[in-house]
Antibody, heavy 117, light 107 residues
Framework: EVQLLESGGGLVQPGGSLRLSCAAS????????MHWVRQAPGKGLEWVSG????????YYADSVKGRFTISRDNSKNTLHLQMNSLRAEDTAVYYC??????????WGQGILVTVSS | EMVMTQSPVTLSVSPGERATLSCRAS??????LAWYQQKPGQTPRLLIY???IRATGIPARFSGSGSGTEFTLTISSLQSEDFAVYYC?????????FGGGTKVEIK
């Protein structure tokens, strides 16, 4: 059974940093592109970032480029999202998602990030 | 960036009726289009990929069609569990993008 468990969310002040993690199990982690997708309160879905299985390629939404960094540790089946220079508009539930030909076939339960003073 | 526009924003349908949701892309994306369902308080679920291929375990009442810039999700006979928000998603080019969603509500 595929499981994705996010951690690391919470309240942070504008301009601050936070690192999200996603522990994956139930599939061959190294074989799949992984993604972060977010959803602001009461809003729609927004893809944030993706990383290839070997970490050779990383991709970002324009809204986070230069501020967020995606990475993965294949030895620990873990995905990360380092978020710097956080803004109020980054407030959202962040989902870790397993890629399947660039669709998202499995999602974590999500972790809330609140950026507020 | 590829802009995805969904219509209508809200669709009121009676149980047992047919629902037709639309998604338009700002440029051609072939058939690299997926649909997701999200119920309140739940994570999104993949329904359709490749514009028309049902994901594992998705009932046959869900069907997708279209190519290029115009796509449709049809729910042939709405069940109570189908009232939710539906998102289209293009994966033809980076950055990946979603439509704004269509809420299917009980009439």
């Amino acid at each position: 059974e595929v499981q994705l468990l996010e951690s690391g969310g919470g309240l942070v002040q504008p301009g601050g940093s936070l690192r999200l993690s996603c522990a994956a199990s139930g599939f061959t982690f190294t074989s799949y592109t992984m993604h972060w997708v977010r959803q602001a309160p009461g809003k729609g879905l927004e893809w944030v970032s993706g990383i290839s299985g070997s970490s050779d390629s990383t991709y970002y939404a324009d809204s986070v480029k230069g501020r967020f960094t995606i990475s993965r540790d294949n030895s620990k089946n873990t995905l990360h999202l380092q978020m710097n220079s956080l803004r109020a508009e980054d407030t959202a539930v962040y989902y870790c998602a397993k890629g399947s030909d660039l669709t998202f076939d499995y999602w974590g339960q999500g972790i809330l990030v609140t950026v507020s003073s | 960036e590829m802009v995805m526009t969904q219509s209508p924003v809200t669709l009121s349908v009676s149980p047992g009726e047919r629902a037709t949701l639309s998604c338009r892309a700002s440029q051609s994306l072939g058939i690299n289009l997926a649909w997701y369902q999200q119920k309140p308080g739940q994570t999104p679920r993949l329904l359709i990929y490749g514009a028309s291929i049902r994901a594992t375990g998705i009932p046959a009442r869900f069907s997708g069609s279209g190519s290029g810039t115009e796509f449709t999700l049809t729910i042939s006979s709405l069940q109570s569990e189908d009232f939710a928000v539906y998102y289209c998603h293009q994966y033809n080019i980076w950055p990946l993008t979603f439509g704004g969603g269509t809420k299917v509500e009980i009439k």
